[in-house]
Every structure is written in C-alpha cells, then in structure tokens.
T-cell receptor, first 113, second 113 residues
Framework: DARVTQTPRDKVTEMGQEVTMRCQPI?????VFWYRQTMMQGLELLAY????????DSGMPKDRFSAEMPDATLATLKIQPSEPRDSAVYFC???FGQGSGYTFGSGTRLTVV | DQQVKQNSPSLSVQEGRISILNCDYTNSMFDYFLWYKKYPAEGPTFLISISSIKDKNEDGRFTVFLNKSAKHLSLHIVPSQPGDSAVYFC????????????FGKGTKLTVNP
C-alpha cells in the first residue's frame, strides 16, 4: 500500500527553536497539502502545492512559517521561531488533484514548551 | 467564517442501527464533497465522495446524500459497527475537487455493542 510518510512522528521543542517537519508524498502524486489540526479549529489548511509550485499559503503565518518542495519526493514545513500556540498535529496529504480523494500521512505531533 | 459546518460534535448509536452524520456548507462554488474518517493517532482516511452533479453515492455500507438547494450533505452508515467508531470529517472543494479541501470540525461517532 502506498503511503504518505511524515517525520518526525513526535517533536517536543522549546519556544524560540526552529522546527522542520518533512513529508514524502506518494510517488506520482502532483498535489501536496499541509494541514494543522487543533481542538479549536479542526483541520486548517496551511499551504498546498501542485507540481511543486505553491498555490495557496494564505493559511500560514508568514512571519514564522515557510513551506517548500525542494523536489517531487519531499515537502517541508518550517517554523522559526516556534511558539507554544504552534502546538498541534501537522498533517501532510498528497493526491492527483482531481477529486479522487487525498491520502494523509500519520502526522507530526508538535509540542512547544 | 466557517464555510463547512458539522454542527454535532458527537453522535452515539447502537450496533446494527443507522448512523447519520450531517454537514452544511455556505460556499456555492463548492462542487465536490468528501467524507474522511479519523482514528486517534492516525491521519484522516478517505471514505467516500460525491460530485455536485449527483445527489447520491453509495459504497457498501456508506451512502452520501447531497441536497444542493439546502447546501447540505449527509453520510449514512448502515448497519453501524463498533469499528466505525471514529471522528468523521466532511470536506468540500471547488472545481471538481482539484482545489484545496475545506474541512468541517468533525463529528465523533461512537457505536455501542
């Protein structure tokens, strides 16, 4: 079964530190999303890419968050500096972008203390 | 402004009975709708979808109904099984599902044996 791989699975860091989360989308998928899940907001879109080009990052705090796809096999989400309010589960998802349903990774649980 | 709303945070049903999960949307540009199921500590998994050109789509025990005039969709699970206990997310997209997914906040379904 093809799967979306996210690393690390869990991350605990101190406020002010840089955090990098990685995602390996399913080979051949041309659309990649980053979502954040919190108790209050549910699943919020942070950014998404099609064919490695960013399409929408309006959900992302631009002063501290950045998302990139250095190549088709890797998507990264970076937070610098991290804050306690960034504590959440971050999901990556990939798909063909044609309504076939997107496959989610298992998420990175981030705790900023 | 929440474009996709799941007004019931939780639902409890008996094994063998029908589960009905509801979802409302406000954006008339949405033309593709999906349901995802999520177990704890896992990513959401795609369950079933429906295009706005249809009013019903069925897959085994799962049926999604779409009422475009009311901007309402529902997921029916018949018969419900204890393994269906999870959080169910409704999602919507524009342009046939090729755009970003906008999620509701989820409904936690508990199926009691």
């Amino acid at each position: 079964d093809a799967r979306v791989t996210q690393t690390p699975r869990d991350k605990v860091t101190e406020m002010g530190q840089e955090v990098t989360m990685r995602c390996q989308p399913i080979l051949g998928h041309n659309t990649v999303f980053w979502y954040r899940q919190t108790m209050m907001q549910g699943l919020e879109l942070l950014a998404y890419f099609r064919n490695r080009a960013p399409l929408d990052d309006s959900g992302m705090p631009k002063d501290r968050f950045s998302a990139e796809m250095p190549d088709a096999t890797l998507a990264t989400l970076k937070i610098q500096p991290s804050e306690p309010r960034d504590s959440a589960v971050y999901f990556c998802a990939s798909g063909f972008g044609q309504g076939s349903g997107y496959t989610f990774g298992s998420g990175t649980r981030l705790t900023v203390v | 402004d929440q474009q996709v709303k799941q007004n019931s945070p939780s639902l409890s049903v008996q094994e063998g009975r029908i589960s009905i999960l509801n979802c409302d949307y406000t954006n008339s540009m949405f033309d593709y709708f999906l349901w995802y199921k999520k177990y704890p500590a896992e990513g959401p998994t795609f369950l079933i979808s429906i295009s706005s050109i249809k009013d019903k789509n069925e897959d085994g025990r799962f049926t999604v109904f779409l009422n475009k005039s009311a901007k309402h969709l529902s997921l029916h699970i018949v018969p419900s099984q204890p393994g269906d206990s999870a959080v169910y997310f409704c999602a919507a997209s524009e342009r046939g599902g090729s755009e970003k997914l906008v999620f509701g906040k989820g409904t936690k379904l508990t199926v009691n044996p």
